[in-house]
């Protein structure tokens, strides 16, 4: 495939080494790729690490006010139906500043693609706790460690999702290892075939790393995915209407 007709640009990226936002975006692409749907696709970037977005896809994309990417998705889908649409967002856009649209999407059933990048961290702006923030993991804004008694319990979304009747599928995937990765493609693969065939909301959470502000290595970031993160945050399949 020529360069100008693939979904992902070439070129260098902002993020940092072995961040999880690389893996995940390449995988869409991929997939976009695979189904021959690049140029009726347009994509929906938040205000976080992933902020340069369209710098990364050729195909249509609108940067979103802080949290209002579900907002801003639904509103594309609606006037443009025929176009395939896709939300992607962290933990601080989705979960936090945006965790009233993003429900309400999910309840609606709108009929988009949404992919939430969980790395427990708030990225782009020094590394403070998030709202899927592990308890006992140190952040710039808990040095000692998340306290339930103090900031609550962290959120597991596709939980809360799974108690709504509208999604028509539910997945949390982790990008820490080649097996993981090949699945998360997979799950994204489902979500926009879904939206395709017209089933309506399909949500894929994405396990991802952050070495920078976790203060590690490379390998050790991967390994407090597989080790920590899914422990509190399993990693299955919530929901499939045609599983």
């Given at each position: 495939m020529n360069a100008e007709n693939r979904t992902i640009r070439s070129g260098r990226m902002h993020y940092c080494p072995v961040c999880g936002h690389t893996i995940a975006q390449r995988l869409i692409g991929d997939v976009?790729?695979?189904?021959?749907?690049?140029?009726?696709?347009?994509?929906?970037?938040?205000?976080?690490?992933?902020?340069?977005?369209?710098?990364?896809?050729?195909?249509?994309?609108?940067?979103?006010?802080?949290?209002?990417?579900?907002?801003?998705?639904?509103?594309?889908?609606r006037m443009r139906p025929d176009n395939i649409?896709?939300?992607?967002?962290g933990d601080g856009d989705l979960l936090s500043i945006g965790l009233a649209e993003?429900?309400?999407?999910?309840?609606?059933?709108?009929?988009?693609?949404?992919?939430?990048?969980?790395?427990?961290?708030?990225?782009?702006?020094?590394?403070?706790?998030?709202?899927t923030t592990l308890i006992g993991q140190k952040t710039i804004t808990t040095p000692e460690g998340r306290m339930s008694t103090e900031t609550g319990s962290p959120l597991r979304i596709c939980e809360m999702f799974a108690t709504l009747s509208s999604p028509v599928f539910i997945?949390?995937?982790?990008?820490?290892?080649a097996p993981h990765m090949q699945?998360?493609?997979?799950?994204?693969?489902?979500?926009?075939?879904?939206?395709?065939?017209?089933?309506?909301?399909?949500?894929?959470?994405?396990?991802?790393?952050?070495?920078?502000?976790?203060?590690?290595?490379g390998k050790e970031s991967c390994q407090f995915v597989g080790n920590e993160m899914a422990g509190y945050f399993p990693i299955k399949k919530f929901r499939d209407v045609d599983g």
């Open positions: 976009m790729d695979e189904l021959g749907i690049r140029e009726r696709t347009i994509g929906t970037a938040p205000v976080g690490c992933a902020v340069l977005l369209y710098d990364y896809f050729n195909c249509d994309i609108i940067e979103c006010p802080h949290g209002r990417i579900p907002a801003v998705a639904t509103g594309i889908k649409v896709f939300a992607y967002g993003t429900i309400h999407c999910a309840n609606r059933g709108e009929n988009i693609t949404m992919i939430f990048i969980n790395n427990a961290v708030y990225g782009m702006t020094g590394g403070q706790m998030a709202p997945e949390r995937v982790a990008v820490h290892d699945r998360a493609k997979q799950a994204i693969r489902k979500a926009f075939v879904n939206q395709i065939e017209g089933k309506g909301f399909s949500f894929v959470e994405v396990l991802s790393m952050c070495p920078t502000h976790w203060r590690m290595g």
